[in-house]
């Protein structure tokens, strides 16, 4: 790191340098315990820490006129310098959340000092005190709370302490402004394995449902992995893997609609076509009362102005990024969903899920775009308790089913055995 270079737009002073390089070194040379004292003494408290240069260091950091601001990439840095370091120890996990509760904890040492010293110890305490309330911490948390060993969740808890289950989010709601590139590398690898564990969870709990229903024998049970009961979990996987449209999976029918497609003469024509493939897979009962007039009118005015353009990836993808927008979310910006709770409360879960999945399998480039509207959707809600947004909780497991069912290596044999 050298000085003056640009850390996510903003300039490295020489003083941040050097608090960067020390916590560097003390990192690979001090046990995470001494590494969280320090950084109480150093942060925290603004007073007491045993190398009184580096003391000084964060003194003129906070005597900057732009610290009220900037102080809380510092402080998200310097967090994620030991984190790097715990993170690929899963022993230490535990120490994550040790390190970041440390913001909700008061000084204790008494400020000592002339009166320009009092102040500027007054001066940190306060900004930092204030990092509690910046989306850095709050990514930190939640960090915290995907590193830590998942308990049984209770309905009191709060909604946001299920993130861990829902490696989708992960990207969206584990970086912010600020988030080194190191760790935004942990955090895909780390979206990566939990992915990969759901997976090897769910398959085999679909081999032992497999085998309990073909044999007479007492077979060792395998824990549903999923928070939806067993009845609801196979019904899900039936729509988002079985043939639901005659001899048609989910997939297949996006297939032909894509091939369809490529023969539209205009993106007029194409948008007609997307509301029938669209409204087929919603229940005439509940679609035909106000859904699918929505829809339509939806799609009448989206870019209306290129509708005797041919079909273009460009318009294809952006449409499809809009619907998502209308059936889900659209920004914490403008958090109006009640398209989506009105779907889920007429739907159902799964199959307001399976409209979804049906937008992306044609569209594979907004699942992503998905992810992020749930995302959305998640850090709303993410103070709730899971007792009052049972709704979003059934979404949320309905969309890892989909997407791990659709997007990965999971052996659909065996679903197929399963929901046959």
Same mark, same amino acid.
């Given at each position: ?24 070194? !003390? ?74 509760? !440390? ?34 911490? !709050? ?52 979206? /990566? ?8 969870? !769910? ?50 029918? /996006? ?93 159902? /879960? ?19 775009? &998905? ?38 290596? &999971? ?10």
């Amino acid at each position: 790191m050298n000085t003056g270079s640009i850390y996510h737009g903003r300039s490295i002073s020489q003083e941040e340098e050097r608090l960067y390089h020390h916590l560097l070194h !003390l990192v690979q040379t001090e046990p995470p315990h001494r590494l969280i004292e320090r950084f109480r003494l150093l942060f925290i408290e603004g007073t007491g820490y045993p190398d009184p240069e580096l003391q000084k260091t964060v003194d003129l950091l906070i005597q900057s006129p732009s610290a009220a601001q900037n102080f809380r990439f510092v402080l998200n840095r310097c967090c994620h310098i030991l984190i790097n370091r715990w993170q690929s120890r899963p022993h230490q996990y535990e120490k994550v959340a040790e390190l970041i509760s !440390l913001f909700e904890s008061k000084p204790s040492r008494p400020i000592a000092g002339d009166f320009s010293r009092s102040r500027l110890i007054n001066r940190q305490r306060q900004i930092t005190q204030a990092f509690q309330h910046t989306e850095q911490y !709050l990514t930190l948390k939640r960090l915290s709370s995907v590193l830590l060993p998942e308990l049984t969740p209770a309905e009191s808890q709060p909604f946001g302490t299920l993130i861990r289950r829902y490696p989708y989010l992960y990207e969206h709601c584990l970086v912010t402004e600020g988030t080194p590139n190191v760790q935004k590398a942990s955090i895909r690898q780390l979206q /990566a394995e939990r992915q990969k564990q759901f997976e090897l969870d !769910l398959s085999k709990y679909v081999t032992y449902q497999v085998r309990r229903a073909s044999s007479n024998r007492v077979i060792h049970p395998v824990e549903n992995p999923t928070l939806l009961d067993d009845r609801s979990l196979s019904s899900a996987l039936h729509q988002f893997t079985g043939k639901i449209d005659g001899n048609y999976t989910c997939k297949d029918v /996006a297939k032909r609609f894509s091939v369809h497609c490529q023969q539209a003469k205009s993106y007029k024509h194409f948008k007609a076509d997307l509301y029938h493939y669209l409204t087929d897979a919603v229940n005439p009962a509940y679609g035909n009362r106000h859904f699918n007039q929505q829809l339509g009118q939806f799609l009448k005015q989206t870019y209306s102005e290129s509708e005797n353009q041919p079909l273009s990836d460009f318009l294809m993808t952006r449409t499809c990024s809009q619907l998502l927008n209308f059936l889900v979310i659209d920004s914490l910006q403008q958090p109006q969903h009640f398209v989506f709770i009105d779907l889920l409360s007429n739907l159902g /879960a799964t199959a307001t899920t399976r409209l979804l999945l049906q937008i992306v399998l044609l569209c594979q480039r907004v699942k992503p775009y &998905l992810e992020k509207r749930f995302s959305v959707l998640f850090h709303h809600y993410e103070g709730y308790s899971r007792d009052r947004v049972q709704w979003l909780v059934a979404a949320m497991e309905n969309l890892q089913l989909a997407l791990s069912t659709n997007f990965s290596d &999971l052996n659909l044999c065996l679903v197929h055995q399963l929901v046959r």
